[in-house]
């Protein structure tokens, strides 16, 4: 627990770095870094690997509000230092974890060997896409879910009941069912809408060529493969095409921030869940870009 200002964020540090950058990695939505604890695992057998709780998830105090992608950026930052962890790092972000990780890097690309952004939430598609019921939920759900616990109404997991490390969603199910994560999730997650997105924009993009020639990999599944209701209210073909057009091309706008940037699809078959699912695969990508960025390797391009 490392105080950051006022309040503490949770760091969890494992493995040895040798010559090879640290790894951080970052869930999507606004969950807790145990959330990536499946591949954290995986990776601090090569390298050092990190995870660390955004204020008000996991272990982590609540911090101020509004909770902001921009304001977390410069938490996670000053996390890692107060921690006492040292860079080079490769910023590992999944979702809306991958816009915080760009923007951790556009304010220290200093400190960053390396960007891999895990099917990352494209701006793009919050202020000019169609409606998704998805993301318009969102703020609304998680203010449910902060009321029914603030007054008990939520189901408490068994007390006796022993959860496995290796199972982050039941380790995550015990410590993320408090009012203040839900409380910080409905905060931040106000941007994922147009005047939300419109409001923090200029702080949250991040725009053509601001990460110079970072190394910077962006995995994402070839099709939308899982994101079917998006288009049950599509009737018309025509229009239901441009959708899925705009969808699959707006996430593209993230390898135009760096001039090192490429792209890499996921395995056949798998959708947006792909880190929990295929999470062997994920970490021989990013150990691929750590092999890149060790002494004497190449560059990515």
Known sequence: MVDVGGYRMHVL??????????????????????????????ARERTR?????RPGSGWSDL????????????????ALERAGEKGPYVFVGHSFGGLLMANAARRRPDLVAGLVLLDPTPPDVVAFGPPLPA??????????LALRHLFGLHALA???????????????????????A????ASILRELSPGGITRVGWQTVVYDGELGSLPLLLVAPRDLTGGGEIFDAVDDPEESARVRHFLLTARDRFLTASSSARRVYTPEGTGHDFPDRVPEFVVHVVGSLLD???PGGADPL
């Open 13 to 42: 540090a494992e493995g040895d770095a040798g010559p090879k950058p640290t790894v951080v990695w970052m869930p999507g939505g606004h969950t807790g870094g145990y959330a990536m604890y499946r591949l954290h695992a995986l």
């Open 49 to 53: 690997s990190v995870l660390v709780d």
């Open 63 to 78: 911090g101020p509000f509004p909770r902001t992608t921009a304001g977390e950026a410069v938490e996670l930052l000053t």
């Open 135 to 144: 993301l318009r939920h969102t703020v609304r759900d998680q203010t449910t």
């Open 158 to 180: 068994p007390k006796n009941e022993a959860h496995s490390p290796e199972d982050p969603t039941h380790v995550l199910a015990v410590i993320e069912t408090r009012t203040k």
């Open 182 to 185: 839900n409380c910080a999730a």
């Open 292 to 294: 890149e960025r060790g």
